[in-house]
Every structure is written in C-alpha cells, then in structure tokens.
C-alpha cells in the first residue's frame, strides 16, 4: 500500500477501491462509502472541538483501505493461474518450458529392401 498522508487521500483510495467492487457510477448510493465518508468527515478536527480519536479513524480507514486492495489483487491472481481441469502430459510440459521427445512410430521406419 502506498503511503497515504492525508484522510482524504485514503477516503479517495477506498472510494476507487468500492467503486470497482460495486460498479456504480453513483458512490453515495453505496451504503459502505457513506458511512466511512460520514465517519471520517465527523471525526474532523475542527477549531471548536478536538478529536482525540482522529488518528484513531484514519488507521481504521487505512486498514480497511489495505484489505481492500489485498482483496482485489489476491482475487486478480486467482483468476490468473486458477486451474482449468484436468491437462495433458503434453500441456503440462509445455506450462514449465519443456518438450516432450517424439514418439517411436514403426509406421513412420524406412521399411527394409525386398529381396
């Protein structure tokens, strides 16, 4: 995970992060973007009040920002090299680089003379 210096640079991360996992054009219609925006935005510090929990919510969200991704991209992977059945000899050889020799074939032999 890159390093992410303000909160809403990680509620930017999680909101691409949700984006891709619920495929909406609308994020405020996503349940789980308006409560981490609302819980974010509530622990705010401002002039009049003094968060003590601030860094507090910013680690939860960074947490959740890392799960996230390291769901994604463990799915991707899954994806990528999930199996796909039963393979042959042949193809299995071929996945980690190797040939099989060709095999002997008496119908492929040069037939003896005839006397």
């Known amino acids: 995970m890159a390093s992410l210096s303000t909160p809403s640079r990680v509620l930017r991360s999680l909101a691409r992060e949700l984006k891709a996992i619920y495929k909406q054009e609308k994020l405020s219609e996503v349940p789980a973007y308006a409560y981490l925006h609302d819980q974010?935005?509530?622990?705010?510090?401002?002039?009049?009040?003094?968060?003590?929990?601030?860094?507090?919510?910013?680690?939860?969200?960074?947490?959740?920002?890392?799960?996230?991704e390291s769901?994604?991209?463990?799915?991707?992977?899954?994806?990528l090299y999930r199996g796909r059945g039963e393979r042959s000899i042949e193809s299995s050889a071929e996945i980690v680089g190797l040939k099989l020799p060709k095999l002997y074939?008496?119908?492929?032999?040069?037939k003896p003379p005839q006397a």
């Open 40 to 68: 974010l935005r509530s622990f705010q510090v401002t002039g009049e009040k003094i968060c003590r929990a601030q860094h507090e919510v910013e680690y939860v969200a960074r947490t959740y920002l890392c799960y996230l």
């Open 105 to 110: 074939s008496e119908d492929l032999q040069p």
């Open 71 to 79: 769901t994604r991209k463990q799915e991707e992977l899954s994806n």
